[in-house]
């Protein structure tokens, strides 16, 4: 590259939990900058996993990681272009953009999915992603099989 790489911004850890990650989900949540708000839908969100699993004994903060971790993809394919055809070379994915994918992926589905508030949304796929279900998990399954459907060009890795 050309230019030097951008300095990794600093995120503080949110207030309830303290935590980096949940203050980087609230980030991709957030429309407009309105942070309070991306906070309470996630932190209702929260309550409404506790009402869903009452007699689980992880706390909703783990079943939300542990849905996360269901959902995050290992491999993606980009395009490469090698000679007139255009390839679709699986690559490894950075952890940064692991976390990321896997982010965004439950945040759009969630606002797909049908129900009165964002909260109930957000949680309905939190608790489908720890169920292995959901559009988001289906995503996850639908990369990593394009990748091994196009394992035969992993030799053009860049």
Do not use: C
């Amino acid at each position: 590259m050309r230019k030097a790489t951008p300095k990794k911004r600093v995120i503080l850890p949110d207030p309830v939990f303290n935590e980096v990650m949940v203050t980087r989900f609230v980030n991709h949540l957030m429309y407009d900058g309105k942070k309070s708000i991306a906070y309470t839908i996630f932190y209702s969100a929260l309550e409404n996993l506790k009402a869903k699993f009452p007699n689980s004994e992880e706390a909703p903060l783990d079943i939300w990681k542990k849905a996360l971790e269901n959902i995050t993809p290992l491999v993606e394919v980009k395009s490469r272009r090698i000679g007139g055809a255009t390839f679709q070379v699986p690559t490894e994915i950075r952890p940064d953009r692991k976390e990321s994918i896997s982010m965004k992926n439950m945040i759009t589905y969630a606002r797909k999915r049908s129900g009165h508030s964002m909260a109930d949304k957000l949680a309905a796929e939190i608790s489908d992603a720890y169920n292995l279900q959901g559009g988001a998990f289906k995503r996850k399954e639908d990369m990593h099989k394009m990748a091994e459907a196009n394992r035969a060009f992993a030799h053009f890795r860049f």
